[in-house]
């Protein structure tokens, strides 16, 4: 691993930051900087962010509380059941996968993804603040299983929440407001991330957590303050200017994932 823990501390707060200012984990940030930064292999750098992610997104899911109740994301049970039921399974299957990829394949899969998450992202300033479901009974249920599916793979690939994937899959597959679906989105990582971590604790590079004890708790700490400087920060910059932003940072970071040896 290179540089010291203070650059970690620092990348940490500055992932967080973004993180808190587009209501995400950060995840996507971290993942090229743990490997293009501080020099991690592509799968012990998703399992690092696998374990810093859960973190994030347990306490975003809690802080949340105070502008979306909990009981009023309990009251959509029925959409939170129906992408898990897709996402748990993709989570598995995508963490087996990557422990089996060879890490320059793995790298190429990193990049297309963040490229993916891009595009997501930069078309989330597109979406209304809520409308009417695009597919309802049946045939939204089976949008949905297919959708968690794909999410839970992705994030389970990449050590991410999936909230760019999830946020714009709620808000145009069930109506949700995307406040709401925020929480919402939070509500379906969470699980999903725990089963993918699960999936990759089976795995010899799963010790990466216990030869970086120092660097996992002290990163974790700086992406938590900045969670709490970037939600201090929302109501400065203007989405108009911070998601396009934000995208373009991520297609640098595939590009360099890309070409990473």
Do not use: C
């Not at 940072?249 to 070409?259: D, E, F, G, Q, T």
């Amino acid at each position: 691993m290179k540089n010291g823990m203070a650059t970690v501390f620092a990348a940490g707060a500055a992932i967080g930051t973004l993180g808190g200012l587009i209501g995400l984990g950060g995840a996507e940030f971290r993942l090229p900087l743990l490997i293009g930064l501080f020099g991690f292999a592509a799968l012990h750098a998703v399992i690092l962010n696998k374990a810093m992610s859960l973190v994030v997104v347990a306490a975003a899911l809690v802080f949340r509380t105070r502008t979306v109740p909990l009981d009023v994301v309990l009251a959509h049970w029925q959409t939170v059941l129906n992408l898990l039921a897709g996402s748990l399974a993709g989570a598995w299957l995508g963490a087996g996968w990557a422990t089996r990829m060879r890490h320059q394949t793995l790298y190429k899969v990193i990049a297309a993804l963040l490229l993916l998450i891009a595009v997501a992202l930069a078309a989330e300033h597109w979406l209304p603040g809520h409308g009417e479901p695009l597919l309802v009974g049946p045939a939204q249920w089976a949008a949905g299983l297919v959708a968690g599916f794909g999410i839970g793979v992705v994030a389970s690939l990449m050590g991410v929440a999936g909230g760019e994937l999830l946020i714009p899959t709620l808000v145009l597959l069930f109506g949700a407001e995307i406040k709401l679906a925020g929480s919402l989105s939070l509500a379906v990582s969470l699980p999903t991330m725990i089963v993918g971590f699960t999936r990759y604790s089976r795995d010899s590079s799963f010790q990466v957590l216990g030869q970086n004890k120092q660097f996992v708790l002290v990163m974790a700490a700086g992406s938590l303050v900045g969670a709490g400087i970037g939600g201090a920060l929302l109501g400065v910059m203007p989405s108009a200017v911070l998601l396009p932003l934000l995208a373009a940072i991520l297609v640098v970071s595939a590009v360099k994932v890309w070409r990473h040896k």
